[in-house]
């Protein structure tokens, strides 16, 4: 089984950053893709970043140039860097890994909230 913990969540004034990390445990190889979403009151969840292993990203349009993802295989984590908030990008952030040796199910943290005040 595999176990992700986010942290570095918090309150931001907009135009401000935060570094987001999900730290996996557990059974941590063969990785296919690592995935951060959101998901704000109210609303759907949805993808926000993602890597596959072979180091490709993809971005929601309205995070690309402000938000990169970035990991350290030899430490299990997976970042998401956040640059130039807005308030809209208030949700609670959760980490989502797809390995190899799991068919069924994709695995996800317990989410960390961040908030952009304006």
């Known amino acids: 089984q595999v176990q992700l913990v986010e942290s570095g969540g918090g309150l931001v004034q907009a135009g401000g950053s935060l570094i987001l990390s999900c730290a996996a445990s557990?059974?941590?190889?063969?990785?296919?893709?690592m995935n951060w979403y959101r998901q704000a009151p109210g609303k759907e969840r949805e993808l926000v970043a993602s890597?596959?292993?072979?180091?490709?990203?993809t971005y929601l349009d309205s995070v690309k140039g402000r938000f990169t993802i970035s990991s350290d295989i030899a430490k299990n984590t997976v970042y998401l860097q956040m640059n130039s908030l807005k308030p809209e990008d208030t949700a609670v952030y959760y980490c989502?890994?797809?390995?190899?040796?799991?068919?069924?199910?994709?695995?996800w943290g317990q989410g960390t909230q961040v908030t952009v005040s304006s």
């Open positions: 890597m596959t292993r072979s180091g490709s990203t």
């Open positions: 557990g059974t941590t190889f063969g990785i296919i893709v």
């Open positions: 989502n890994i797809k390995f190899s040796w799991d068919a069924v199910k994709t695995y």
